[in-house]
């Protein structure tokens, strides 16, 4: 079975720090990953996506994550955060083998501090 | 383009009533899905649509049934809704490529009282 962990529900990092948000998988076979990150009272936008290839990925607003496939994580990153970048984030997966299911994590408060 | 709208955005049950939640997209997008998000659980998939006239179940399928109307259309009903039910409703979908990304509706916040 498909699952997807956000280990942390809450990450505070002070602005023009370096930001990570964790995320692990566990998928049967090839994974495709997503982060998505949701803003108040909004749906889900769409920030980033690896399917395969250069394992550091580049994503709207100046996100990257970097897929490992020996420690099943994608975990997001951004090297300057802004007090914008406050949110909840999401990681999703969807295994090549299965035909449309896409598995959410439980997602991460990002606060950034002035 | 209008993208993936809901109806109703709020709505107030009281338990054991029913009502049908409206998706649509108008991107000419296969694939369908709804979720529900809770704190702390991030987002359930319930049930989704791969292509019209096919449905199946999610994680949380259990009070729940869906209807794949045409390509445009899938619905999500509450045949008799329960507290257990309150949450935000999600709909998204996907062109056809399975590794494209979901495009989110704003959502239906349901209270069932």
């Known amino acids: 079975a498909q699952s997807v962990a956000q280990p942390e529900d809450q990450v505070n990092v002070a602005e023009g720090n370096p930001l990570t948000v964790k995320c692990t998988y566990s998928v049967s076979g090839n994974p495709y990953l997503f982060w998505y990150v949701q803003y108040p009272n909004r749906g889900l936008q769409f920030l980033l996506k690896?399917?395969?290839?250069?394992?550091l990925v580049k994503g709207s607003y100046g996100f990257e994550a970097e897929f490992n496939k020996s420690q099943t994580s994608f975990h997001l990153k951004k090297p300057s955060a802004l007090v914008s970048d406050s949110a909840l984030y999401f990681c999703a997966v969807r295994a090549y083998s299965s035909a449309s299911k896409i598995i959410f994590g439980s997602g991460t408060r990002l606060s950034i501090r002035p | 383009n209008a993208g993936v709208t809901q109806t109703p955005k709020f709505q107030v049950l009281k338990t054991g009533q029913s009502m049908t939640l409206q998706c649509a997209q108008d991107m000419n997008h296969n694939s369908m899905y709804w979720y529900r998000q809770d704190p702390g659980m991030g987002l359930r998939l319930i049930y989704y649509s791969a292509s019209e006239g096919t449905t199946d179940k999610g994680e949380v399928p259990n009070g729940y049934n869906v209807s794949r109307l045409n390509k445009r259309e899938f619905s999500l009903r509450l045949e008799s809704a329960a507290p257990s039910q309150t949450s935000v409703y999600f709909c998204a979908s996907i062109r056809l490529a399975e590794y494209n990304e979901q495009f989110f509706g704003p959502g239906t916040r349901l209270t069932v009282l």
């Open positions: 690896y399917i395969t290839g250069d394992n």
